[in-house]
C-alpha cells in the first residue's frame, strides 16, 4: 500500500469515528423535567424502553413519566396523561364543581424546580404564578374577549381541592378547569440549575516618599487581592394553554442571558406569542 493510500485510509477512518460520535440521540423530557438523552428501541401504549449512549443494556420507562420524546429525526411527540384518563363526570364524581365563567383563564400555581436535585420552591412558584398573572392584566386589552380569574379565587379553589405546586402536574386539565370553573388555562414550569465561576484580582499600589536630608526615594508596595464570584441560572421554561380540555399552544424556551430573573422574559416571550394575544 503506498504512502497516498494509508492517509486515504486514516482519513476515512478519522471521518467515520467523528460521525459516529456526533450522532444525534433522542432526548425524553421527564414529567420531573429530568432529560434522558438515549437511543429509543421500543414504544408502546405503557412503556418505552431505550438504551444509553454506548450502552447495550435496554430500560423501560412507564409512559406516565414521560412529557416529550425529541426524537433524532427532528420528529416530536407530546405525552398527555389527562387524555387517557376515565372521563372526570364517571371517574371522578367528588370533585367539586365551580360555576363556569365563560371566556375566563385561570393561572397555575409554577412549579419552580433545580433540576440537579429536584428541589422545588413554593415561594418562587407563588412569586412566578404572580408574575403571569400581572401580566395578563397588564395586557388585558391584548387578550380580548377573555377575563384573568382572580389569582385569590383560583389558589383558594386549588386548596379546597387539596392541589398545590406540587402535585399540579398529577392534575388532568379537565379536572382543574370544573374545579376552577374557567374554560381556559395557562399552565407553565421552570426548571434550572446553577454554576458559578471565581476571580481573583490583585492590585499593586505604591507611596512614594522623598527624604530631604539625602535625596533618597523609598517605595512602600501595597498589594490587595478582591476575590469575585459570578453566578450563572440556566433556565428551562415549559409553557402550555388550554381551551376546553384541549392543548392549543405549547412551547419550550430556553433564556438568552443566564442571569437569575432572565426566565420572567421568557414568559412575556412566550405569552406575546400565545394564540390568545392580538397586538392593539
Given at each position: 500500500m503506498t504512502l497516498k493510500q494509508k492517509f486515504a485510509t486514516i482519513l476515512m477512518l478519522l471521518l467515520s469515528i467523528t460521525t459516529f460520535s456526533q450522532k444525534k440521540l433522542d432526548k425524553i423530557i421527564k414529567r420531573d423535567y429530568q432529560?434522558?438523552?438515549?437511543?429509543?428501541?421500543?414504544?408502546?401504549?405503557?412503556?418505552?424502553?431505550?438504551?444509553?449512549?454506548?450502552e447495550t443494556l435496554q430500560i423501560s420507562l412507564d409512559v406516565s413519566q414521560i412529557a416529550r420524546i425529541d426524537f433524532a429525526s427532528g420528529r416530536s411527540q407530546t405525552f398527555d396523561v389527562s387524555a387517557t384518563s376515565t372521563p372526570v363526570s364517571a371517574a371522578?364524581?367528588?370533585?367539586?364543581?365551580?360555576?363556569?365563567?365563560?371566556?375566563?383563564?385561570?393561572?397555575?400555581?409554577?412549579?419552580?424546580?433545580?433540576?440537579?436535585n429536584l428541589e422545588s420552591s413554593e415561594e418562587m412558584a407563588k412569586f412566578a404564578q404572580n408574575d403571569m398573572y400581572n401580566k395578563l392584566l397588564d395586557k388585558s386589552a391584548n387578550i380580548f374577549p377573555l377575563t384573568v380569574q382572580d389569582l385569590r379565587t383560583t389558589n383558594s379553589l386549588l386548596h379546597k381541592a387539596g392541589i398545590n405546586y406540587k402535585?399540579?402536574?398529577?392534575?388532568?386539565?379537565?379536572?382543574?378547569?370544573?374545579?376552577?370553573?374557567?374554560?381556559?388555562?395557562?399552565?407553565?414550569?421552570?426548571s434550572y440549575t446553577i454554576s458559578q465561576s471565581s476571580t481573583a484580582t490583585t492590585y499593586d499600589s505604591g507611596?512614594?516618599?522623598?527624604?530631604?536630608?539625602?535625596?533618597?526615594?523609598?517605595?512602600?508596595?501595597?498589594?490587595?487581592?478582591?476575590?469575585?464570584t459570578q453566578m450563572y441560572y440556566y433556565y428551562t421554561v415549559y409553557f402550555d394553554m388550554y381551551r376546553n380540555t384541549t392543548k392549543i399552544y405549547s412551547q419550550t424556551r430556553k433564556p438568552l442571558l443566564a442571569v437569575k430573573d432572565s426566565w420572567m422574559d421568557s414568559i412575556s416571550y412566550l405569552l406575546k406569542r400565545s394564540p390568545i394575544y392580538t397586538k392593539k
Amino acid at each position: 500500500m503506498t504512502l497516498k493510500q494509508k492517509f486515504a485510509t486514516i482519513l476515512m477512518l478519522l471521518l467515520s469515528i467523528t460521525t459516529f460520535s456526533q450522532k444525534k440521540l433522542d432526548k425524553i423530557i421527564k414529567r420531573d423535567y429530568q432529560i434522558i438523552e438515549c437511543t429509543i428501541a421500543k414504544m408502546s401504549d405503557k412503556t418505552v424502553e431505550y438504551s444509553l449512549s454506548g450502552e447495550t443494556l435496554q430500560i423501560s420507562l412507564d409512559v406516565s413519566q414521560i412529557a416529550r420524546i425529541d426524537f433524532a429525526s427532528g420528529r416530536s411527540q407530546t405525552f398527555d396523561v389527562s387524555a387517557t384518563s376515565t372521563p372526570v363526570s364517571a371517574a371522578n364524581p367528588a370533585v367539586a364543581s365551580a360555576e363556569m365563567k365563560i371566556n375566563t383563564i385561570a393561572v397555575l400555581p409554577v412549579p419552580y424546580v433545580n433540576s440537579d436535585n429536584l428541589e422545588s420552591s413554593e415561594e418562587m412558584a407563588k412569586f412566578a404564578q404572580n408574575d403571569m398573572y400581572n401580566k395578563l392584566l397588564d395586557k388585558s386589552a391584548n387578550i380580548f374577549p377573555l377575563t384573568v380569574q382572580d389569582l385569590r379565587t383560583t389558589n383558594s379553589l386549588l386548596h379546597k381541592a387539596g392541589i398545590n405546586y406540587k402535585n399540579i402536574d398529577e392534575t388532568p386539565i379537565e379536572d382543574l378547569e370544573k374545579i376552577l370553573g374557567v374554560d381556559n388555562i395557562v399552565a407553565a414550569k421552570v426548571s434550572y440549575t446553577i454554576s458559578q465561576s471565581s476571580t481573583a484580582t490583585t492590585y499593586d499600589s505604591g507611596n512614594v516618599k522623598v527624604s530631604d536630608n539625602n535625596k533618597k526615594v523609598k517605595t512602600n508596595d501595597i498589594s490587595t487581592t478582591t476575590a469575585n464570584t459570578q453566578m450563572y441560572y440556566y433556565y428551562t421554561v415549559y409553557f402550555d394553554m388550554y381551551r376546553n380540555t384541549t392543548k392549543i399552544y405549547s412551547q419550550t424556551r430556553k433564556p438568552l442571558l443566564a442571569v437569575k430573573d432572565s426566565w420572567m422574559d421568557s414568559i412575556s416571550y412566550l405569552l406575546k406569542r400565545s394564540p390568545i394575544y392580538t397586538k392593539k
